[in-house]
């Protein structure tokens, strides 16, 4: 009986060591993490995602390392600019491990060390920058420091990926400096475009005076040239006619002079009546003597252009053609 009692302990003790050592001879390595693998507390090898095997009771786990990208929150600091400026900056990075051996036994306590770098290095790069270059050129700031910092995680394992500038305060007294700058930019802004409005609409103004003025000068010529025309054939017409009577008084007819001489009397008089400006009409003294001028003037009519020429004259009509001539 104490014998199956000592052999079923014995038993037991066995499964529980096989138990243990399968254990610690099988390890998973979850997705996004690297397990370092110690052989008497010597870096031996790297595990992977996955089933992975290992010497137990020899080789054991050392650390497990997260090789997903990761974000480091930087502290905000104050930094002094090129232009003896102060701000302050609030500045995120990102990284990931590739190498885990060199992520845990090259450095130690790795999310300080980076983050202390970041620092030093952002202190760095604004010292050597204007306060305007600083503000306004945010993504050069974030190449530099890149650059640098991938340079300097290279050694324990760790890739940068981005650094991220957050935020730049300037001092109170700075922020209100560049507030009145800007406004007076502005406002000199709104002055020149203001000012080259009003020159714009003089320029336009001036060149619709211009085109009025060359359309009026051109209508003016064009009525010059009409009136030019109309007294022209006007005086062709006077020189036809007055030849016309120069001819008939060669050839004797001597009605046809003072026909000449008492229409223009009549013109004469109708003219000197019809003026807006006239208050005293001088006419012959004797109505006899207008009666006989007006009773010449119808007889020189009768015997120039015949007999139906002083009923169309009344009437206002014109004499028909071929009746006309001298």
Do not use: C
């Amino acid at each position: 009986m104490d014998t199956l009692s000592g052999f079923s302990i014995f038993v037991v003790v066995l499964v529980m060591l096989v138990v243990i050592t399968i254990a610690f001879l099988v390890k998973t390595v979850p997705q996004g993490y690297n397990y370092t693998v110690e052989r008497f507390g010597r870096y031996s090898r790297t595990l992977s995602a996955g089933l992975n095997l290992i010497v137990p009771y020899i080789d054991r786990i050392g650390h497990k390392v997260n090789v997903m990208e990761q974000v480091l929150d930087i502290p905000s600091q104050e930094a002094i600019t090129k232009d003896n400026a102060g701000v302050r900056i609030d500045a995120a990075a990102f990284y990931q491990v590739l190498d885990a051996a060199k992520a845990r036994y090259e450095v130690s306590a790795l999310d300080e060390a980076l983050i202390t770098l970041t620092m030093t290095n952002i202190r760095t790069v604004v010292g050597s920058m204007d306060l305007d270059q600083l503000l306004s050129h945010r993504d050069e700031i974030n190449e530099r420091l890149l650059r640098v910092m991938d340079a300097a995680a290279s050694p324990w394992g760790v890739k940068v990926t981005r650094i991220e500038i957050r935020d730049i305060l300037p001092p109170a007294d700075i922020v209100g400096a560049m507030n009145r700058q800007m406004k007076a930019e502005r406002e000199k802004r709104a002055a020149v475009l203001e000012a080259d409005g009003m020159r714009q609409a003089e320029i336009l103004r001036a060149e619709g005076l211009k085109q009025a003025q060359i359309l009026a000068a051109e209508g003016r010529k064009e009525a010059a040239f009409r009136d030019a025309e109309a007294r022209e054939r006007s005086a062709q017409a006077e020189a036809a006619a007055t030849a016309m009577v120069s001819e008939a008084i060669s050839k004797g007819d001597i009605q046809a002079a003072n026909f000449l001489i008492a229409e223009r009397y009549t013109d004469a008089l109708k003219a000197i009546a019809g003026a807006p400006n006239s208050k005293v009409v001088i006419v012959p003294i004797e109505a006899a003597a207008l009666a006989g001028t007006v009773g010449g003037i119808a007889q020189l009519t009768k015997a120039v252009f015949g007999d139906d020429a002083v009923e169309n004259r009344r009437t206002g009509s014109v004499p028909p053609a071929g009746r006309s001539g001298v």
